[in-house]
């Protein structure tokens, strides 16, 4: 089929979806256009034939320009375009990106304009500017750090703010996932890269994570590390993820702070008697179930009272806080010291035989008696009675155990103090 007929140019040029306008270049009258133009202007076809091209513009002043335009068309060669804004008939502005070319037909010029309506192309422009502007400060000014893994390269891109947070300036930091995980701290290290893995993996629905984070001079910072994959390939592997890292190191230290009070005696720094009993009954289920020995070992100041009475109550706490010192330093790292009460510790030493427990108890008793306080003129030295009662010989439950390292503590100070005893069979 010929597909030449001028009929169907007509109908072309009709049903094209950009407005199209055929002006004379000497005029700058419109002398056809299609029904999009007439759409895009709101105006019907006797408004808009034989009316300039130039009254359809916004801020296009007077017919003078005309001739310059017209010459620009001329020169461009069909490249002339101009971006400005058509005028609808309800008020409306229509951004137009406007191309006219010049042709020759049966020895007179026209012009062909074809208008196209870029409402929608400038909103996204518009959309994807305040995006940018949005990303950039994110990625600049915003407290938190941002990073982003290639998972098929392993390169992770740090933002300025993540550097800034860890001591390094703009062009440091390799950006690669060793530089990340070299600088998580060892003991939050397998915890984190679980939490990584078990997203990547698809068992959890994002990743997070709050753990230790090494800063340029070496500190650890606490940090609170959140993220997602962001983008998968044709299989739906994952092969980028994004995420968020947030300094929490104040919020951190101020817990921990809360949790040291919770659990701490303010005088001596020892754990405190609430602490002793969650962890004396958590030790005794381990050494029942291990079937292990555990020993007790309480202890008292003798005669403290006089010291009080003789040197002040000030004295006496720092009495107290000596004694506590120096029988922390003088433990096993895995025995706990609990501050008990008044003048009365207790010391848990899960897994130790009796004799052990017991060797331990005069070690500290003879170390204590042998202190010199220079810093409590008067004083010439202080000892303590020791009562031990072991798992299982002793008792099974902790109160049991308790009671029966009392009363040999009790018999240790009525046999004259300054003495070690061990319970007696239940
Ligand atoms: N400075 C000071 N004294 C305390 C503290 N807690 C308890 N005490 C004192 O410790 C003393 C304990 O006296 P007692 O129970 O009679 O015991 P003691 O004088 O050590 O005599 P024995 O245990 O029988 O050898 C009391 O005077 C309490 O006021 C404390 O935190 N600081």
Redo the contacts with the bound molecule.
């Keep these: 089929m010929l597909i030449s007929s001028f009929s169907l140019h007509q109908s072309v040029f009709e049903h094209l979806p950009d407005a199209v306008y055929l002006i004379d270049p000497q005029t700058s009258n419109i002398l056809d256009c299609n029904a999009a133009a007439l759409h895009q202007v709101g105006l019907p076809r006797d408004e808009v034939v034989q009316h300039s091209v130039l009254s359809l513009q916004k801020d296009v002043i007077g017919i003078e320009q005309w001739a310059s335009i017209a010459q620009a068309v001329r020169e461009a060669q069909g490249q002339f375009v101009f971006i400005g804004r058509h005028r609808h008939r309800s008020g409306a502005e229509v951004p137009v990106e406007v191309t006219t070319s010049a042709f020759m037909h049966q020895g007179c010029e026209y012009f062909v304009s074809v208008a196209r309506d870029i409402g929608r192309r400038l909103a996204l422009e518009q959309d994807l500017n305040d995006r940018d502007v949005q990303l950039r400060y994110a990625l600049t000014e915003a407290s938190d750090g941002l990073w982003d893994w290639n998972l098929l390269n392993n390169e992770v891109f740090f933002s300025p703010q993540l550097k800034r947070m860890l001591g390094y300036g703009p062009h440091e930091m390799k950006p690669t996932l060793e530089t990340w995980a070299t600088n998580v701290h060892p003991d939050d290290a397998s915890r984190v890269r679980r939490a990584l893995q078990e997203h990547i993996k698809g068992l959890r629905e994002r990743y997070e994570a709050e753990y230790r984070l090494r800063n340029r001079n070496g500190h650890y910072l606490w940090v609170h590390d959140r993220g997602r994959v962001c983008e998968r390939d044709a299989q739906g592997q994952p092969i980028r993820v994004v995420g968020m890292v947030q300094n929490i190191t104040d919020r951190k230290h101020a817990e921990q702070a809360l949790q040291m009070q919770a659990s701490h005696d303010a005088?001596t720094g020892l754990l405190n008697r609430r602490e002793c009993e969650r962890i004396l009954q958590q030790q005794l289920q381990r050494c029942q179930q291990q079937n292990l020995p555990l020993g007790l070992c309480l202890f008292?100041?003798?005669?403290?009272?006089?010291?009080?009475?003789r040197f002040g109550?000030?004295?006496?706490?720092l009495?107290?806080r000596k004694v506590a010192h120096e029988i922390q330093a003088h433990v096993r790292a895995a025995d706990y010291l609990f501050r008990w009460?008044?003048?009365e510790f207790l010391l848990v030493s899960a897994g130790a035989p009796c004799g052990h427990v017991l060797h331990c108890a005069q070690r500290l008793r003879a170390r204590l008696a042998e202190l010199d306080w220079p810093e409590v003129p008067g004083l010439h030295g202080i000892s303590c009675?020791f009562g031990v009662a072991m798992f299982p010989e002793h008792g099974q439950q902790a109160d049991d155990l308790f009671l029966a390292a009392d009363s040999a503590l009790y018999r240790a100070?009525a046999q004259g103090?300054n003495r070690v005893e061990l319970a007696v069979m239940a």
């Design positions: 005088l008292d100041l003798d005669h403290f009272k006089d010291i009080n009475d109550h000030q004295t006496g706490d009495v107290l009460g008044g003048e009675s100070k103090r």
